[in-house]
């Protein structure tokens, strides 16, 4: 979205009741006017295009002309979600691993997991993310052959580690760890297994403007960590099973061959990725979890 111009907002004075909502929820762009106390739009270059002011508006007196004026829907009460169904959506997701290799999953339901995706914040709303969906067992196995040769390359740097560099005994440990890791991935894949994706249907993979990029997104790992979030709840709704693959993403950006694979451009970083597809097994009970750790300040 442009935002080097100058916004246009209008209000239709003859519907705003003066209640001024607009101010309190967008203070930096809207003040009253001291004349007759009516909301003016006093610093339109602050606007963020967040559309605050016109859902907000009771009367719906303002119009936003950078924003689409007929995706802004009245919030429909009886689709809200009661908070036990809510906690139980929330902890029945599960990491998926294990997926039906005989069930298709059709582009229109894909497409409401990204609709999810458009709505979940963004920093200053940048809305700066862009999703790659790579479909169909072919192209999931070449992306995993590429990063696995990726992974070779980074096992045998860790071997000669281990044999060179003397080390304290924590580090030794973390380096073991990984050189487990890595063999247990390369030794799967050489024995016709994918440990990377698990054999999932489709795969998403979520980007953004690096710091370095003329159009850098103020917190891009936090925006892709909540729309992948955004998606993989929307996928729970939809009978998916989704899992996050950390070690994708955490090496895809290093890996050119996987870059131009999957045509990411130049000024951007690969953010997240997740498996997703119809699960092959069944979770029937919510798992346990530690207690949240909190702290109180000030409660009564």
């Given at each position: 979205?442009?935002?080097?111009?100058?916004?246009?907002?209008?209000?239709?004075?003859?519907n705003?009741?003066?209640?001024?909502?607009?101010?309190?929820?967008c203070?930096?762009?809207?003040?009253?006017?001291?004349?007759?106390?009516?909301?003016?739009?006093?610093?339109?270059?602050?606007?963020?295009?967040?559309?605050?002011?016109?859902?907000?508006?009771?009367t719906?007196?303002?119009?936003?002309?950078?924003?689409?004026?007929e995706?802004?829907?009245?919030?429909e009460?009886?689709?809200?979600?009661?908070?036990?169904?809510?906690?139980?959506?929330?902890?029945?997701r599960?990491s998926?691993?294990?997926?039906?290799?005989?069930?298709?999953?059709k582009?229109?339901?894909?497409?409401?997991?990204?609709?999810?995706?458009?709505?979940?914040?963004?920093?200053?709303?940048?809305?700066?993310?862009?999703?790659?969906?790579?479909l169909?067992?072919?192209n999931?196995?070449?992306?995993?052959?590429?990063?696995i040769?990726?992974?070779?390359?980074?096992?045998?740097?860790?071997?000669?580690?281990?044999?060179?560099?003397?080390?304290?005994?924590?580090?030794?440990?973390e380096?073991?760890?990984?050189?487990?890791?890595?063999?247990?991935?390369?030794?799967?894949?050489?024995?016709?297994?994918d440990?990377m994706?698990?054999?999932?249907?489709?795969v998403?993979?979520t980007?953004?403007?690096?710091?370095?990029?003329?159009?850098?997104?103020?917190v891009?790992?936090?925006?892709?960590?909540?729309?992948?979030?955004?998606?993989?709840?929307?996928a729970?709704?939809?009978?998916?099973?989704?899992?996050?693959?950390?070690?994708?993403?955490?090496?895809?950006?290093?890996?050119?061959?996987?870059?131009?694979?999957?045509?990411?451009?130049?000024?951007?970083?690969?953010l997240?990725?997740?498996?997703?597809?119809?699960?092959?097994?069944?979770?029937?009970?919510?798992?346990?979890?530690?207690?949240?750790?909190?702290?109180?300040?000030?409660?009564?």
């Open positions: 979205m442009e935002k080097l111009t100058i916004p246009k907002i209008e209000i239709d004075y003859e705003c009741d003066k209640e001024g909502l607009c101010i309190q929820v203070p930096w762009v809207y003040e009253r006017d001291s004349r007759d106390d009516f909301p003016i739009v006093a610093y339109p270059l602050a606007c963020d295009f967040c559309g605050h002011c016109v859902a907000v508006c009771p719906g007196a303002i119009t936003h002309h950078e924003l689409d004026m995706n802004f829907p009245q919030v009460k009886e689709l809200a979600i009661e908070a036990d169904a809510l906690q139980q959506l929330l902890r029945q599960r998926i691993r294990n997926y039906n290799q005989k069930r298709v999953v582009r229109s339901v894909i497409e409401k997991m990204l609709e999810a995706a458009r709505y979940s914040p963004t920093g200053s709303n940048a809305q700066s993310l862009e999703h790659i969906v790579v169909g067992r072919e999931v196995a070449e992306l995993v052959r590429l990063i040769e990726d992974f070779r390359k980074e096992l045998k740097l860790l071997e000669d580690i281990d044999v060179e560099k003397p080390m304290d005994p924590s580090e030794h440990k380096l073991k760890y990984w050189l487990s890791a890595y063999e247990r991935l390369i030794n799967g894949y050489d024995t016709g297994k440990m994706f698990y054999d999932a249907p489709g998403i993979i980007h953004a403007p690096s710091a370095l990029s003329t159009t850098p997104t103020p891009p790992v936090e925006d892709a960590t909540l729309a992948s979030f955004h998606m993989m709840l929307m729970e709704t939809l009978g998916l099973g989704t899992c996050y693959i950390g070690n994708f993403y955490e090496k895809a950006n290093e890996s050119d061959a996987v870059r131009q694979f999957l045509e990411v451009p130049q000024e951007n970083d690969i997240m990725s997740f498996s997703f597809g119809y699960p092959a097994i069944r979770f029937r009970r919510l798992v346990d979890r530690n207690p949240s750790k909190v702290q109180w300040i000030g409660a009564d």
